[in-house]
């Protein structure tokens, strides 16, 4: 990169929607704020705006079409780097599956809604790992969807399944509403010890309190996780539109370098843009 260029600005998490295409089910009465379509014409001018050049589309819903409507709004709109869709890891066919998406280079990895599974253990389901070893094969990522009674379960999956670069979405959702930490910390610590896990600094203000949170009441839970994964295994994503419940994206993203302010520049490049880069394989360039 030449000295004038501007380090390329990456949000790892995001989310469009539609509800005249598809159904969300957890899309309940209470969320008015985001029940609406959220398309990249809505979220480009906030980008702009704040100066975030490329994200990361993540899935909100278990459905093939979703990841394949994902893709062409990726296809559509270049700034949206990649895409961590849905495929179904217990489905005897996931390799055919993952084969019909083989010429979509913006497919990095893929998501399941686990915290909403009844079995506590759903991702040590022998079916299950036989599938995230199908996309450890295929050099796929995996998001980890969680809260924290599913932490204590990780550390045995990344030993079933070896090789499989895993990523924590939003810290595994702290209560931070109640200013808990515990069995989270220690979970979480157990966690950061296998070298193939990562963690999004993403979808703290909606586990605070949606109406009084403050960037202050953010910064230990921040502190922890820095400290047990460093820079170069943490990446900012802003949740957005799922933000908009307790803030908006510009809010979400002052608070994250209130958080951070104390790291080198190179730090803080690391957690805005380059942990993301490296761990989805983006082809970026600073031209936005």
């Known amino acids: 990169m030449h000295e004038y260029e501007k380090p390329v600005t990456v949000d790892a998490h995001q989310h469009f929607w539609d509800l ?28 702009n705006r704040v100066g975030v050049d490329r994200t990361v589309f993540v899935q909100s819903l278990h459905s093939l079409e979703e990841t394949e409507w994902a893709l062409q709004l990726a296809t559509e709109n270049p700034w949206i780097a990649g895409v961590v869709g849905w495929l179904d890891l217990k489905s005897p066919d996931l390799e055919r599956h993952i084969d019909r998406f083989s010429d979509q280079v913006k497919l990095v990895g893929v998501r399941h809604i ?15 790992v036989r599938g995230l070893k199908v996309l450890a094969r295929c050099g796929l990522k995996y998001d980890l969807l969680l809260r924290p009674q599913h932490l204590k379960y990780i550390p045995q999956l990344a030993h079933r399944v070896p090789g499989l670069q895993m990523v924590v979405d939003h810290l595994a959702k702290p209560l931070i509403g109640r200013g808990e930490f515990e069995p989270w910390q220690t979970d979480l610590a157990a966690v950061a010890r296998v070298p ?7 979808g703290m203000i909606t586990e605070a309190d949606h109406q009084r949170w403050s960037a202050e009441e953010l910064f230990p839970y921040v502190d922890i996780v820095l400290d047990l994964f460093g820079p170069q295994r943490l990446m900012f994503g802003s949740d957005w539109p799922m933000c908009r419940l307790a803030g908006e994206y510009s809010e979400v993203l002052a608070a994250a370098h209130q958080a951070l302010w104390s790291l080198s520049a190179d730090e803080r490049s690391d957690i805005f843009g380059k942990t993301a880069s490296r761990f989805y394989r983006l082809q970026l360039s600073s031209n936005r």
């Open 196 to 202: 193939d896990i990562y963690c999004k600094l993403s």
């Open 114 to 128: 686990v915290h909403d599974e009844s079995d506590e253990r759903w991702l040590l389901d022998e079916c299950v």
């Open 20 to 47: 005249g295409r598809f159904s969300y089910p957890w899309m309940t009465a209470n969320m008015q704020t985001v029940r609406r379509n959220f398309l990249p014409a809505d979220l480009r001018p906030v980008l």
